[in-house]
């Protein structure tokens, strides 16, 4: 059974920094892209950054570039997102999601229940 | 960045009706590869986002066949055709062609 458990969210002031961490279970982690889609309170989803197999590429929403930065740790089957420079707007439950990329399907199969970061004075 | 539309933003349905949720992308969804990258998730309260359906019309492992998905270019459909209580939620549509982008969510509740 795939297992995708988010951690490290919590109340943070703007400008601050906050990491997230995903662990990954019942699948084989260094074999997927893996992705962080975000869910602001009571609004809908948003596609934040992905990482490939091996971490040689990266890609981000506009609006997080410079700011979050996502890594991962394929002997701990563990995703990251570093997220500096924090603001109001970044408020959201961040989801951590495998991504089926290929020729074939580009879709989030996957999906961990989220870990809540509020961004407030 | 491709822009996801859907209506209605609310369905109330009765129990074993069918419903359906329109999806309109603000440019074609067809890749360079000939592929078009839509896919439909479910979100139930309290829970997060799961995949039904992909590349338009594929339904993912375990989703029942009451769930369908069909269209091209830039219109897509949604169909459930005889709605069950477990079917309450937000549906969005999502496309992968060009970066990964949702429509607003459907809530789909029971009258």
């Known amino acids: 059974e795939v297992k995708l458990v988010e951690s490290g969210g919590g109340l943070v002031q703007p400008g601050g920094s906050l990491r997230l961490s995903c662990a990954a279970s019942?699948?084989?982690?260094?074999?997927?892209?893996m992705s962080w889609v975000r869910q602001a309170p009571g609004k809908g989803l948003e596609w934040v950054a992905n990482i490939k197999q091996d971490g040689s590429e990266k890609y981000y929403v506009d609006s997080v570039k410079g700011r979050f930065t996502v890594s991962r740790d394929n002997a701990k089957n563990s995703l990251y997102l570093q997220m500096d420079s924090l603001r109001a707007e970044d408020t959201a439950v961040y989801h951590c999601?495998?991504?089926?990329?290929?020729?074939?399907?580009?879709?989030?199969?996957?999906w961990g229940q989220g870990t809540l970061v509020t961004v407030s004075s | 960045d491709i822009v996801m539309t859907q209506t209605p933003l609310s369905s109330p349905v009765t129990l074993g009706q069918p419903a359906s949720i329109s999806c309109r992308s603000s440019?074609?969804?067809?890749?360079?590869?000939?592929?078009?990258?839509l896919s439909w998730l479910q979100q139930r309260p309290g829970q997060p986002p799961r995949l039904l359906i992909y590349?338009?019309?594929n339904r993912f492992s375990g989703v029942p066949d009451r769930f369908s998905g069909s269209g091209a270019g830039t219109d897509f459909t949604l169909k459930i055709s005889r709605v069950e209580a477990e079917d309450v939620g937000v549906y969005y549509c999502?496309?992968?062609?060009?970066?990964?982008?949702f429509g607003q969510g459907t809530k789909v509740e029971i009258k």
């Open positions: 440019q074609s969804l067809v890749h360079s590869n000939g592929n078009t990258y």
């Open positions: 590349r338009v019309s």
């Open positions: 999502m496309q992968g062609t060009q970066w990964w982008t």
């Open positions: 999601a495998r991504l089926d990329y290929g020729a074939y399907v580009r879709t989030f199969d996957f």
């Open positions: 019942g699948f084989t982690f260094s074999s997927y892209w």
